[in-house]
């Protein structure tokens, strides 16, 4: 239907319940074009079964207002002009908007701490999938801002807007198992198939037509309603002695999901709406605003930590190598003292063993020369050779031991080279 801009909505509704009482109407075949005059109002009639339940219609127009009437209540209407359209559709939910792009932000965020952490080969706390759910919550909550009207019917992605509520509490399931599961093993199994078996269970009762999703948003809402309990209440068991700040800061987080689901089953009963999810959407925000500066702290802290104590261990090895070091000086002082003390003992040995052999050979030639006895002589004989290996080998021991003690003396003499 194409108005001008003064029609009241009241008075559009008058005129098309005139002209369709006074049969100022003609059948078309469909589809079906048009290029209207100025001013020119242009009505469609038509039956809709409730075999076409749930299916969406699709039309255009240019430089027209639109009004969709359904038993004569208004169910659609698209502003007259392009700049108006976004003027009234951005300016009204700016703040959502805004909620949105946080929430994507936080995400983001969460996915580039996870990079962080698996390329420095930090322990994994889950931000993966903390991520993804922000992610899907981001969504979510801009596509019920209903932006995506400025490019397209909004009404084809509402049907996807319910497959990701039961994704959201998936990904919290998912996140929660894989940071506290070494605690509370059985509890968080439970929970993430508790989880899985509502999301399979909604999908089937979509796909038999038994009932829709936009119908169980309140039990996919008291589903994350439940994950945040469970969640509040293992982490105040975990650190309730020691009360630390990050836990307190997880579970303010928690109780701020927990409250946003609360009032979003709250405004979903009252209101009878399945797409009045502010106070979700807004908790949503906060809650991942909370998270990433949670994680951001983590992940600075334990950089801090792996820090103090690669310094720990640098200085560990600084002492381990000083102490090294002067053991082996110690050692090679000792080494040097012991060989010159061997250098000395031997230099002496051989002074003194040299001297009672000389005596030994002197004597022993008295014998050679002065006896007249064959056998005599052979004996003295065989001791004069023993001694004088002996004596030479005292004396490769003496120049041995000068070697060692730095005092050989190298005699520089000409020598005969025909020898």
């Known amino acids: 239907m194409l108005w001008q801009e003064q029609e009241s909505q009241s008075g559009r509704r008058e005129f098309v319940k005139a002209a369709l009482e006074n049969g100022e109407y003609q059948k ?12 020119k109002h242009i009505v469609f009639a038509n039956k809709i079964t409730n075999d076409y339940a ?55 965020i969460m996915f580039v701490l996870a990079i962080i952490r698996r390329y420095t080969c930090q322990p994994l706390r889950g931000e993966f999938f903390l991520g993804l759910a922000g992610l899907v919550a981001g969504i979510y909550c801009f596509i019920g801002t209903d932006t995506l009207s400025i490019f397209y019917d909004v009404q084809e992605v509402y049907g996807m807007q319910e497959y990701l509520v039961l994704l959201l509490p998936l990904f919290l399931s998912i996140y929660l198992e894989k940071n506290l599961h070494i605690i509370y093993p059985r509890r968080f199994s439970v929970l993430l198939y508790f989880v899985s078996i509502n999301a399979v269970v909604q999908i089937l009762l979509q796909m038999a037509g038994i009932r829709y999703l936009e119908d169980m948003v309140n039990i996919s809402a008291g589903v994350i309603v439940v994950v945040c309990l469970v969640a509040i209440v293992s982490l105040i068991q975990f650190d309730y002695k020691n009360k630390r700040f990050q836990t307190m800061l997880s579970v303010l987080a928690m109780l701020v999901l927990l409250s946003g689901g609360i009032a979003n089953i709250i405004i979903n009963t009252i209101f009878k709406s399945i797409h009045v999810n502010i106070a979700g ?25 792996n820090a103090e104590e690669r310094v720990k261990v640098a200085e560990q ?21 012991a060989n010159e003390e061997k250098g000395k003992f031997l230099a002496r040995m051989s002074h003194e063993i040299r001297t009672p052999i000389n005596a030994v050979l002197g004597m022993d030639e008295m014998i050679l020369r002065e006896s007249k006895e064959r056998n005599i002589k052979e004996y003295a004989m065989d001791i ?17 031991s000068k070697i060692d003690s730095g005092k050989m003396e190298i005699v520089s003499v000409e020598y005969d080279k025909t020898f």
Not at 85 to 105: E, Q, S
Not at 327 to 336: I, Q
Request: hydrophobic residues 50%; contains cysteine.
């Open 54 to 108: 749930g299916q969406v219609i699709n039309f255009t127009t240019q430089n027209a207002d639109v009004c969709v009437f359904l038993d004569g209540d208004v169910i659609y209407q698209y502003i007259e002009t392009w700049d108006k359209l976004v003027i009234g559709v951005v300016g009204n939910n700016i703040a959502d908007i805004g909620c949105c792009l946080l929430i994507i932000i936080m995400a983001i």
């Open 28 to 39: 078309v075949k469909l589809p079906y074009s048009e290029k209207s005059e100025a001013s």
């Open 317 to 337: 090895q600084n002492c381990l190598l000083i102490q090294a070091k002067k053991d082996a000086d110690a050692a090679r002082h000792d080494a040097l003292a």
């Open 281 to 305: 959407q807004y908790s949503m925000t906060v809650f991942s605003i909370m998270m990433a500066v949670i994680h951001i702290l983590q992940l600075s802290k334990e950089y801090r930590a």
């Open 384 to 400: 004069h050779m023993a001694g004088q290996t002996l004596l030479s080998l005292i004396n490769d021991i003496l120049d041995f």
